[in-house]
């Protein structure tokens, strides 16, 4: 069993940053590929960044990409999404997952996943 606690959220205004945390713990011996997901009012929950168990390498979604930065600590057995250039249609509530097998960017590839954080971009 792996626990995931994502924290870091909140609210921000368009051009703004956050940065998001996700905190492992439990079976962690063995590091992960990790993602990033985001689920929007009404929209499907939706892939926004994946890294591999050695840090390289990593993925964005096009609608992130250039914006977003995705890191791990594993001294820390932590993921970090850097997020700068924040729009509106980035609010969401964001979950961190761990990957079992598959589509890295499909999130029926993930096995276990965290509570969520709110983000919340104003115009």
């Known amino acids: 069993q792996v626990q995931l606690v994502e924290s870091g959220g909140g609210l921000v205004q368009a051009g703004g940053s956050l940065r998001l945390s996700c905190a492992a713990s439990g079976r962690t011996g063995t590091l992960y590929t990790m993602g990033w997901f985001r689920q929007a009012p009404g929209k499907e929950r939706e892939f926004v960044a994946y890294?591999?168990?050695?840090?390289?390498?990593?993925d964005y979604a096009d609608s992130v990409k250039g914006r977003f930065t995705i890191s791990r600590d594993p001294n820390k057995n932590t993921v970090t999404l850097q997020m700068n250039s924040l729009k509106p249609e980035d609010t969401a509530i964001y979950y961190c997952a761990k990957f079992r097998s598959g589509d890295t960017t499909d999130r029926a590839a993930y096995e276990y996943w965290g509570q969520g954080t709110q983000v919340t971009v104003s115009s």
């Open positions: 890294i591999s168990a050695t840090s390289r390498p990593t």
